[in-house]
């Protein structure tokens, strides 16, 4: 893999997904699981955009929460923008205080530790064009009250939910009120997703979870009441439980969230420490489990000193929103929206932008 091949994707992560600019205060935090050449790459480019970087390294660590410690939290607070290339500071404590109290904005990287994620057709793609599926998505779903996920493995799981509660990846979002703290705007895009849902009840089969990876057999969750119930299904359920026993209120249902982008290649299930790219591939969806208080969701005063949040991933499934379906089959239902089909049309032919493979 050449640097070359991915110059492209590269540019269009800095400059028009981060839109990094002259004078900003730039830094890249990686974790040691991040292609080097990448990250230096990613650096230069935001130093060829007139930004002033620093590269900084920390551990790789499969925990969001753990963020990069106390000299990252520091550089933060001082940062315009952090390009990261980790999962270890998204939902911490020093990263959310540096994004509400201090302005930093985020923007995250997928798949920070495969050097051909910026190589794949969509990392170049249209980021107006991302934004666009994205502004009809949550015109969608909060134009409704209430989310069912269904899939052939057995999964039928509805919930209830506040219309305001959902949300994408804020950032660079223009049709939406920017909300710094609430999302890591994960390039490439794109992603909707309610946090947290109300009233949960019904049974998910998950191909995958964060945790445990992708199991000899489905992972059978049971919920009622918007909380988890039950755990079953062979060995990767039974680690799962291993994670979760003990745990204050980790059975709390914290999140609907699916994937958006029509180009996002079949990424792995098995992605560590979570499958971060497959969420953002059209029709998957993650339903997690958890008792932490990220972003505008505080659902426990206390969490008994750990915090957790669990993403299970269901592939192909079918998902309504009131009744109507915007995934049916791991097929999203409205990219023939005209608006969408307008700003495809500016960068090409949009029956070959908007099909799904």
């Given at each position: 893999?050449?640097?070359?091949?991915?110059?492209?994707?590269?540019?269009?992560?800095?400059?028009?997904?981060?839109?990094?600019?002259?004078?900003?205060?730039?830094?890249?935090?990686?974790?040691?699981?991040?292609?080097?050449?990448?990250?230096?790459?990613?650096?230069?480019?935001?130093?060829?955009?007139?930004?002033?970087?620093?590269?900084?390294?920390?551990?790789?660590?499969?925990?969001?929460?753990?963020?990069?410690?106390?000299?990252?939290?520091?550089?933060?607070?001082?940062?315009?923008?952090?390009?990261?290339?980790?999962?270890?500071?998204?939902?911490?404590?020093g990263t959310q205080k540096a994004i509400m109290e201090h302005g930093l904005e985020?923007?995250?990287?997928?798949?920070?530790?495969?050097?051909?994620?910026?190589?794949?057709?969509?990392?170049?793609?249209?980021?107006?064009?991302?934004?666009?599926?994205?502004?009809?998505?949550?015109?969608?779903?909060r134009g409704g009250s209430e989310i069912r996920v269904t899939c052939d493995k057995?999964?039928?799981?509805?919930?209830?939910?506040?219309?305001?509660?959902w949300g994408g990846d804020f950032g660079t979002v223009p049709a939406d009120e920017?909300?710094?703290?609430?999302?890591?705007?994960?390039?490439?895009?794109?992603?909707?997703?309610?946090?947290?849902?109300?009233?949960?009840?019904?049974?998910?089969?998950?191909?995958?979870?964060?945790?445990?990876?992708?199991?000899?057999?489905?992972?059978?969750?049971?919920?009622?009441?918007?909380?988890?119930?039950?755990?079953?299904?062979?060995?990767?359920?039974?680690?799962?439980?291993?994670?979760?026993?003990?745990?204050?209120?980790?059975?709390?249902?914290?999140?609907?969230?699916?994937?958006?982008?029509?180009?996002?290649?079949?990424?792995?299930?098995?992605?560590?420490?979570?499958?971060?790219?497959?969420?953002?591939?059209?029709?998957?969806?993650?339903?997690?489990?958890?008792?932490?208080?990220?972003?505008?969701?505080?659902?426990?005063?206390?969490?008994?000193?750990?915090?957790?949040?669990?993403?299970?991933?269901?592939?192909?499934?079918?998902?309504?929103?009131?009744?109507?379906?915007?995934?049916?089959?791991?097929?999203?239902?409205?990219?023939?929206?005209?608006?969408?089909?307008?700003?495809?049309?500016?960068?090409?032919?949009?029956?070959?932008?908007?099909?799904?493979?």
């Amino acid at each position: 893999m050449r640097a070359t091949d991915r110059a492209l994707g590269i540019r269009n992560y800095v400059a028009n997904w981060a839109e990094v600019s002259e004078g900003e205060e730039v830094v890249v935090v990686a974790d040691s699981y991040a292609d080097e050449d990448v990250v230096n790459e990613v650096a230069a480019e935001a130093r060829s955009q007139g930004a002033n970087v620093v590269v900084t390294w920390i551990d790789f660590n499969p925990i969001q929460a753990q963020g990069g410690g106390p000299i990252i939290d520091e550089a933060l607070k001082s940062a315009d923008k952090m390009l990261r290339m980790t999962f270890a500071t998204s939902h911490d404590r020093g990263t959310q205080k540096a994004i509400m109290e201090h302005g930093l904005e985020m923007y995250s990287v997928a798949n920070p530790h495969d050097p051909e994620f910026f190589a794949q057709e969509a990392a170049a793609y249209p980021v107006d064009l991302v934004l666009e599926i994205e502004k009809k998505a949550l015109e969608i779903t909060r134009g409704g009250s209430e989310i069912r996920v269904t899939c052939d493995k057995g999964t039928d799981v509805t919930a209830t939910y506040n219309p305001e509660d959902w949300g994408g990846d804020f950032g660079t979002v223009p049709a939406d009120e920017k909300r710094p703290g609430t999302y890591p705007a994960t390039f490439p895009g794109a992603i909707a997703g309610v946090l947290p849902p109300q009233e949960t009840n019904g049974v998910v089969y998950y191909d995958a979870f964060s945790g445990v990876g992708v199991g000899d057999e489905p992972i059978k969750l049971t919920f009622e009441d918007n909380y988890c119930t039950n755990i079953e299904g062979g060995r990767a359920a039974d680690e799962l439980s291993d994670i979760v026993e003990g745990v204050p209120n980790v059975g709390f249902c914290e999140e609907f969230m699916f994937g958006l982008h029509p180009k996002v290649r079949d990424a792995p299930l098995d992605q560590k420490p979570i499958p971060n790219e497959a969420e953002r591939r059209y029709g998957n969806i993650h339903i997690a489990i958890g008792n932490m208080r990220c972003f505008s969701m505080y659902p426990f005063e206390e969490t008994g000193g750990t915090e957790l949040h669990l993403d299970g991933f269901v592939l192909d499934p079918t998902i309504e929103i009131d009744g109507e379906p915007v995934v049916a089959d791991g097929k999203l239902t409205f990219l023939d929206d005209p608006d969408i089909r307008e700003v495809a049309a500016e960068h090409g032919d949009p029956d070959k932008l908007l099909k799904q493979k």
